[in-house]
């Protein structure tokens, strides 16, 4: 049965009735590299410390000492389970899809949770189908330890979800909830349950862009450049800009698609979202698949030639200019 509520702004509420769970009992996937803990899954352990229960936290690596130090010390965190095993070097997402699977069989937690990164999103929908269970995605609220908000239609509608699984697999998106802080005393950890890793996928080689500038997911000022830009040369003069202020550099769907940058600093619905605390549009028109990873910045600059844009509707701030002569001017008065 499904009842739709209109609300006074354009936006919808879907409710699902299901019935109700019983105790809570959280187990939190950790997303690491290079011994540090992803900023998204301290958002995710806040999501998982809302509903109520214990958090119990797996950190999976074939060297991940460190990262449990770290991980026991997070506050909510009352357990560490940790799986030691060369199979999980590589993040590959079927082994820790069955790691996940086997931790829950063992003990019976009755929620799956992990943020809604490119890791999140390949390693819990796998355990899901392993368990037979729907998975709730990309959740920005909790209402209860069955009941969650996600956004639908690109963010046009709020849906709250009611589900009967009796397991929950969740993914949590970063920017709706703060991150976690830390505890004075250490959780204590044991051993995961072995897990039998069968040879699905190779791990062939990894190509990463390195830079200074802050990560894109937990930049508090984000410039992002759009088809606007009209090559990847061209984005040197956001770098510029963003050196100066101490931003991340980001990018519209329609940049990446034509080459310009790494699909890595792709912002939108199939891209990263984000929530900084200023977000500059330079040269991105505003289709909606770019506004669902961006209308959530607490400040919105945005420059373009065409007054017209639809970006100008959810901009704070507009300047219609062309941004070869705007940008550079901008950055000398930094």
Known sequence: MFALRRAALPTMSLVRGYAS???VSALLLVEHKDNKIAASTLNALTAASGLGGSVTALVAGSAPDSVVAEVSKLAGVSKVLVAKDAAFTHTLPESHASLLVETQKKHGFTHLIAAHSAFGKNVLPRAAALLDVAQISDITGIEGDDTFVRPIYAGNAIATVKSSDSIKVITVRGTAFPAAGHQDAAA???DAPAVGVKDQSEFVSEHMQ????PELDSATRVIAGGRGMKNGENF????EMADKIGAAVGASRAAVDAGYVDNSLQIGQTGKIVAPELYVAVG??????????????KTIVAINKDPEAPIFQVADYGLVADLFTAVPELTKKL
């Open 188 to 190: 204590p950890h044991e």
């Open 21 to 23: 769970s019983g105790n």
């Open 210 to 213: 390195k830079s200074d500038r």
């Open 236 to 239: 040197g003069l956001l770098y």
């Open 284 to 297: 991105i028109s505003g289709a909606i698949q770019h506004l669902a990873g961006m209308k959530d910045s």
